[in-house]
């Protein structure tokens, strides 16, 4: 494939540790914070499995078949340096840094310096890869070692293009949809030409190389099968990803939906418009010749790798998380500011200006729904449930606590940092009042509430009063609504003793009648001695 030419590049190990500094610098309050949502529910316990036991498949949470590899780096780190949330934030942190010195690589080969610092640094401040470069998560490695396998595929190193694209897909199965993507557009360009009577071009070597990463993800299956007797995890997980998945309607919408998420999502739309908008002026001249674009053949190439992240996490996934996205999101940036530096005069000012909507992004959260992992809501939400099950555990240690994951898991796992020893837990699926009301039916079986949001709901939402809208999420996303702790309060019959509220998101905790009537009893006891 033909690559613009520019000057000769900085040195790479400059380059990562000055994006690793900068990374650090911004997490620096953020290192020390307990696991989230589905770091505590998965790939923690998952990793320290791996850790204590050697297991590739986990043994204290149900497998969900997603590959080892980034679980194997992080109980390497662990083993050498401690088990700590330090070392892993940190230990993803490195992660991060080498996912966008690997787009930095492939800006750079593509465009140029500035087009590459510039694409970094308008990624790195993108709200969702910044709230993920310190969680343990899947997606930012796969989309890291996505970057430089498409580095390698420009440049025709077939092996490097097949090692790089084969460890993407052993950090997460889906990264296997970028070769398959590019290959497919291959094979179509290639019939193109032929129908039109024109010479097919031969392809660079590294062509057939993009279906080695079969073979390896291929072998990873074929264990967990030998090992759990499934193939792509645990029926509970295949059914909520896959199955429950394939309604046409819930697919149109899931499309709609991961659209958004690739050019709109949490101001990214200002860039997407900004780049449209670029496209009616001329092409800027420097003082010799006229900067040069993408190569077409490059950019649809990339094209092609978009749209199959978009059109298969439609159809599977039974979170429409943003994350997801994050291998396309960045080549999405590489191209709106590739076109701003060819025809924007005063390119560096939007840039600027993205920029700070981007970090505008981390601490204000959008008028529509979104997952608290894609800003610093997640930093909030480890906040309030930190203080409030110190609370519970200082007040009533030995108590059964009714509450829903991923706090059921945050009370009984103590390695995840929110207590210091197992609580009882009696488990519901989430705070609505319909589940609130069976568990009142069942108050033998609890002594105290943990209530909390589990889903960030906007104070105006942009489609408040669509009630079609309300009714396909909750059919197909799992949408509810959380009832408030003093709502919960009167259904459970209680007494609420504890309630924070940060940012749109809330926790408190009930006692039920028969505790406040047992300290009742204890505290008139001790005033009659």
């Known amino acids: 494939m033909k690559t613009a030419r520019h000057p000769r590049g900085i040195q790479p190990l400059l380059v990562f540790a000055f994006i690793f500094a900068l990374l650090v610098v911004l997490h620096v309050p953020l290192l020390r914070l307990p696991y989230f949502w589905d770091e505590a529910g998965y790939y923690v316990p998952a990793a320290r499995d791996l850790l204590l036991r050697g297991s590739l498949i986990p043994r204290s949470t149900a497998s969900n078949a997603h590959p080892p590899l980034v679980l194997g780096y992080l109980a390497l780190w662990w083993k050498v340096a401690g088990y700590a949330p330090l070392v892993t934030r940190s230990a993803m942190l490195l992660v991060a840094s080498f996912s966008l010195l690997g787009l930095f690589k492939l800006a750079e080969d593509l465009a140029n310096i500035e087009v590459a610092a510039a694409t970094v640094l308008c990624t790195a401040l993108y709200p969702v890869f910044f709230a993920q470069s310190s969680l343990v998560h899947l997606d930012l490695a796969a989309a890291g070692l996505t970057f430089w396998a498409l580095d390698a595929y420009i440049k025709d190193r077939g092996w490097e293009t097949a090692l790089w694209f084969s460890l993407a897909a052993l950090a997460k199965e889906t990264a296997i949809l970028a070769p398959l993507a590019l290959f497919a557009w291959w094979l179509l360009s290639h019939l193109l030409r032929n129908s039109d009577g024109r010479q097919s071009r031969p392809r660079p070597t590294s062509t057939l190389w993009l279906l080695a990463p079969l ?34 309607l819930r697919i149109v919408l899931a499309l709609l939906i991961r659209v958004w998420q690739t050019v709109g999502y949490f101001h990214l739309l200002v860039l997407t418009l900004a780049a449209l908008f670029a496209m009616w002026l001329p092409p800027l001249r420097d003082v010799n010749a006229g900067r040069p674009r993408i190569a077409l053949d490059v950019q649809f190439a990339m094209l092609s790798l978009i749209m199959a992240y978009v059109l298969a996490m439609a159809v599977v996934g039974g979170a429409e998380l943003a994350r997801y996205m994050l291998p396309v999101v960045p080549l999405v940036i590489l191209i709106c500011i590739s076109t701003l530096w060819r025809r924007v005069y005063l390119w560096p000012a939007v840039v600027s200006v993205v920029g700070l909507m981007f970090v505008l992004g981390w601490f204000v959260n959008p008028p529509y729904g979104f997952s608290p992992e894609d800003n610093l809501a997640y930093r909030d939400y480890i906040r309030l449930h930190q203080r409030a099950e110190e609370f519970l555990e200082a007040r009533h240690p030995m108590a059964r606590v009714l509450t829903a994951w991923p706090a059921s898991d945050e009370l009984t796992r103590p390695y995840l940092g929110y207590i210091t020893r197992p609580m009882k837990v009696v488990r519901i699926d989430n705070f609505a009042a319909d589940q609130l009301m069976s568990a009142a039916d069942l108050r033998s079986r609890f002594d105290v509430a943990l209530v909390f949001s589990t889903k960030y709901e906007p104070a105006h939402p942009l489609l408040q009063g669509w009630h079609l809208w309300e009714v396909w999420k909750a059919e197909f996303f799992g949408y509810h609504r959380d009832v408030l702790p003093a709502t919960a309060t009167q259904i459970l019959g209680g007494k609420l003793v504890y309630a924070e509220t940060r940012n749109g998101q809330w926790i408190g905790v009930v006692e039920l009648e028969q505790i406040v009537e047992a300290r009742g009893r204890a505290i008139g006891s001790q005033v009659g001695k």
Request: hydrophobic share 40%.
């Open 215 to 248: 073979l390896p993800l291929s072998a990873w299956y074929a264990y967990h099968y030998l090992r759990t007797g499934f193939v792509f995890g645990n029926p509970e997980f295949f059914q909520y990803n896959v199955q429950a998945t394939l309604h046409p």
